[in-house]
């Protein structure tokens, strides 16, 4: 059965994003409004914590004059719409083989250890854990999003540590968590050394 | 058949969005392809499934549907097209010149023994408990076009039931996603209510948060559903269709007479599903016409009753003639009165008409709702444009009239051309749902009177308009100033150029079965009901007649001798001193005249209960009694003497075109708003109101309406 949670109040969108749906119902041509259904129900996620309440699923339905089960059909589609509250932290952990092979395992094993089970939030309401395919950083495998930042490179202990981090209060260095830069080599360069050392010798 | 091919050509069958198919254009050429090795030239628009169908190559399909949105995705309808890599899905192909195509190849065999072999994957094996077992697509196609054997031994998907309200009963391991339901709800019911959550494997049809579906319309899924994934609620396991004695008749629930198919089992009527009529009801039925046999069977009156001391008591059909001889004693004439309901067929009424007229009465009357109908013009009470003529019109202006609750099906059809058509709707009365986009103009009947003088927008709207139509409803006849209103309509028809050589657009919407074949017979007398109710309350009138006659306030008649004659314990019975049991709608055969004028013919597919009798035997015994015999022995001579006094009843099925006239009275409109005729759509009639089906449904949008605070 499809749950939808109710937050209990009724939705709006704050005053800050009045104008940015303007803008977005703006973009479409005049009769097809119902295409903005799409980045309304992600606005209306970011705006509630991240995720989608029934409130806010009704709420678009009438701004767009669509019947409510379309506004429904689109939410539950994608999965990156969430429909109940979501845990302050949303940790979303790559599954996929380059991540795999390269150790997510291990990054599982330090999510569940710190209490996050894949899923579920944890009771504190700071973290939810979602298993999901591919994020296109595979270069940095194994990695995890948490809201919206990438942590590449990671290992049980790293992983532990940007948790920890959270709970904390801090907020951990997104990106790599081994010594490189982006996605250059671990340690430096590799290639191109010379013309590196040239360059600094000039300067 | 030959005519359903022609039609379901028309690009109004498919959404105006749809890509896959090309707009119908009358200087196109048309495609020439050559399907099985058989040339074949087909309208411009049709798809390869159209061509291959008139090619006479059948094409198995479950998501394609003639009446709906192409969706192209069970792939059942593969065929191979040369110089294809791979098979095409026949029905969202649109027909092009030169195609070669395939239906019959072993590449064609393959696809579809593949496409069935999935279908089966999820789909559970649980023919022996499903409902649609013995009716069911995939059941034919799969002995039809299938392996035979299963390779998967994998665990199947389960999916929980869904709540869809009183109507349908889902089953939804077994939907096949093939979103026919989905589309008719969008598309024909024109409320938008179901849609597939999820995606892939996981996919469900449901409702909103599995809220009991609102649509009148909604019982036509069970239909649509290839699958028993959707099926009928209050059929669930009563039959098995093979058990089943199929009666081709006529729906009495509205004016429509949607062609139905009455299925029964020994004396009782098991399930009622729609006859398709191009015409009149496509292939779609209201849900009172469907679900609401089960009222055959509640409170029915199978035996007569006399009234003694106050109560009515069990009587034997000989002592019921005696009272009513003796009630009728020193009784001339102009002292007896005959009013006539909304279920009857003309037989019935034309026997009472007879009857009544033997006595000497001369006052019978059957415009059940205070409707100021004017019998001097034919065109003044029908639907002139024809029901299938709304996809014609550009302009509808609606007067008094909700035709979702008065007409569903009429009003699927004018959702159907303001989908396809472009056409516009306004209307004049109160404001309602009617599932298409409707400018209101406001409830005040003197709009009317405006508009003839030029002074109203909605002049100009019918002014510009090439092929304007107005509905009037009961709701603005029914009013004091009816005849009034009738007059201004008329003659805004003829001043804006709603009646033309080839066109009339002046329409009425009646909302009983029986209202136009009455007219026809000429069953009016002056002052209407209400005159003779007043009569009645001031004992001028002392005895009456009703035949089948409801939903007037019968306490009038306290104290006037009454004999009720028809098929419930109603609000007729109430104050009848005698009552004779007769046969509803189902249990005699009869002609119907439909809202058009288009005269049908429904057979009897069972026999009323007890010592209930169809009507017009129970006239003809009674005239026996009273000493004024009429003069037929048999149905039959019944039948001849109508047709020799009404020629026009033997020209069955066909759309009449009445002469236009003057009709109506002239007058001044008062000012102040229409009300409607129908309060409850689910209750308008004894056996609707007896039914459990349509209590229920009644209920749930009763506390609907109480929940959102709206109604209608
Ligand atoms: S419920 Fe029936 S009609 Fe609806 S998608 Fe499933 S199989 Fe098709
Ligand atoms: S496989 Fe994990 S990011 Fe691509
Ligand atoms: S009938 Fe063609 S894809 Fe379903």
Redo the contacts with the bound molecule.
């Keep these: 059965m499809l749950e939808v949670t109710k937050s209990g109040g009724p939705f709006r969108f704050s005053d800050e994003n009045q104008d940015e749906v303007k803008a977005i119902i703006a973009k479409y041509p005049e009769g097809r409004q119902r295409s903005a259904v799409m980045p309304l129900l992600y606005l209306a996620q970011r705006q509630n914590e991240g995720w989608v309440s029934r409130e806010a699923i009704e709420h678009i339905a009438e701004l767009l004059s669509v019947p409510k089960i379309q506004v429904i059909e689109v939410a539950t589609f994608y999965t990156m719409y969430n429909l109940k509250p979501i845990g302050r932290h949303h940790v979303q952990l790559c599954g996929t083989t380059p991540c795999w092979l390269r150790g997510s395992d291990e990054v599982m094993r330090a999510c569940t250890d710190m209490g996050l089970e894949k899923g579920k939030s944890t009771e504190d309401g700071l973290f939810h854990l979602t298993e999901v395919e591919c994020l296109g950083a595979c270069c940095n495998a194994p990695m995890v999003q948490i809201n919206d930042d990438f942590y590449e490179d990671l290992t049980y202990e790293s992983t532990k540590a940007i948790l920890e981090a959270l709970k904390r209060g801090e907020t951990p260095k997104p990106g790599p968590q081994k010594d490189r830069q982006f996605s250059a080599p671990e340690g430096g360069p590799t290639v191109l050394r010379d013309m590196m050392s040239a360059d600094a010798a000039k300067e | 058949m030959c005519i359903m091919v022609a039609r379901s050509r028309l690009p109004s069958k498919f959404d105006g969005e749809s890509p896959s198919v090309g707009r119908c254009n009358r200087e196109e050429p048309m495609p020439k392809l050559t399907i099985d090795g058989k040339e074949i030239e087909v309208a411009p628009g049709s798809t390869v499934l159209q061509a291959c169908e008139e090619a006479g190559a059948e094409i198995p399909r479950?998501?394609y549907h003639e009446r709906l949105s192409i969706a192209g995705n069970c792939r059942m309808c593969l065929v191979e097209m040369e110089r294809s890599p791979k098979p095409i899905a026949s029905c969202a192909m649109p027909a092009g010149d030169g195609m070669v195509i395939h239906t019959n190849t072993p590449q064609v065999k393959k696809a579809r023994e593949g496409v069935l072999e999935f279908l089966l994957i999820n789909h559970p094996l649980d023919c022996p408990i499903c409902d649609q077992g013995g009716e069911c697509d995939l059941q034919d196609e799969t002995m039809a076009y299938g392996r035979g054997k299963n390779r998967f031994d994998e665990n199947k998907r389960a999916v929980t039931e869904k709540n869809m309200g009183p109507l349908v009963k889902?089953i939804?391991t077994?939907?096949?996603?093939?979103?026919?339901?989905?589309r008719f709800s969008e598309e024909v019911a024109g409320t938008t209510e179901?849609g597939?959550i999820y995606r892939g494997e996981n996919m469900q049809?449901t409702t909103f948060l599995e809220q009991a579906m609102e649509s009148e319309l909604q019982g036509n899924?069970i239909d649509?559903?290839?699958?028993g994934?959707?099926t009928s609620k209050p059929y669930a396991f009563n039959a098995r269709p093979w058990e089943l004695a199929k009666t081709e008749s006529i729906d009495v629930m509205d004016a429509v007479g949607s062609n139905i198919r009455i299925d029964t089992r020994g004396r009782q009527v098991m399930r009622i599903l729609p006859r398709n009529h191009d015409d009149v009801n496509e292939e779609w039925i209201s849900d009172k016409t469907r679900f609401a046999y089960d009222g055959l069977l509640k409170s029915r009156l199978d035996r007569p009753y006399v009234k003694k001391d106050g109560t009515l008591v069990e009587a034997s059909w000989v002592e019921a003639f005696a009272a009513i001889n003796t009630g009728l004693a020193g009784l001339d004439g102009t002292q007896i009165a005959g009013l006539v309901g909304d279920l009857n067929e003309l037989e019935g009424m034309y026997a009472f008409r007879e009857l009544l007229k033997g006595l000497g009465a001369t006052r019978i009357e059957a415009r059940q709702s205070g409707a100021a109908y004017d019998v001097s013009n034919r065109a003044s009470y029908l639907f002139n444009s024809g029901i299938a003529g709304i996809e014609e019109a550009d302009f509808c202006l609606l007067v008094g009239t909700n035709p979702r609750h008065e007409a569903t099906i009429v009003n699927a059809r004018i959702l159907k051309s303001t989908r396809h058509r472009g056409l516009k709707v306004s209307n004049i009365g109160p404001a309602h749902d009617l599932t298409y986009p409707v400018e209101q103009a406001g409830d005040d009947a003197a709009i009317l009177a405006d508009i003839l003088a030029g002074k109203h927008s909605l002049a100009d709207r019918l002014q510009a308009a090439k092929r304007p139509m107005i509905i009037v409803g009961e709701g603005a006849l029914a009013r004091q100033d009816g005849a009034h209103i009738l007059k201004a309509v008329h003659d805004i028809a003829e001043t804006f150029g709603l009646i033309t050589e080839d066109w009339n657009g002046f329409n009425v919407l009646p909302t009983a079965a029986s209202r136009v074949g009455a007219l026809d017979l000429g069953l009016v007398a002056p002052g209407g009901v209400r005159g003779i109710l007043d009569d009645a309350k001031a004992g001028t009138v002392k005895a009456a007649f009703l035949l089948g006659v409801d939903e007037i306030d019968s306490s009038a008649l306290q104290d006037c001798f009454t004999v009720y004659i028809g098929s419930h314990g109603d609000h007729g019975v109430r104050h009848a001193d005698v009552v004779l049991p007769a046969a509803a709608y189902t249990e005699k055969s009869g002609l119907y005249i439909n809202m058009e004028g288009r005269v049908q013919m429904g057979e009897r597919a069972n026999f009323p209960p007890g010592d209930a009798r169809e009507d017009w035997t129970i006239f003809r015994a009674l005239s026996d009694v009273l000493g004024k015999t009429l003069p037929f022995d048999s149905f039959d001579a019944l039948r001849a003497a109508l047709y020799k006094e009404l020629p026009h009843l033997m020209d069955i099925d066909s759309l009449p075109k009445a002469a236009w006239g003057d009709f109506g009275e002239p007058g001044d409109i008062a000012r102040g708003p229409i009300a409607l005729p129908i309060h409850d759509f689910y209750q308008t009639n004894p056996i609707a109101r007896a039914s459990d089906t349509m209590a229920e449904c009644s209920a749930l949008k009763r506390s609907k309406g109480e929940a959102t605070g709206t109604h209608g």
């Design positions: 479950f998501c889902t939804m077994r939907c096949i996603h093939c979103t026919r339901c989905i179901l597939a049809i899924v649509l559903c290839p699958v994934a959707l």
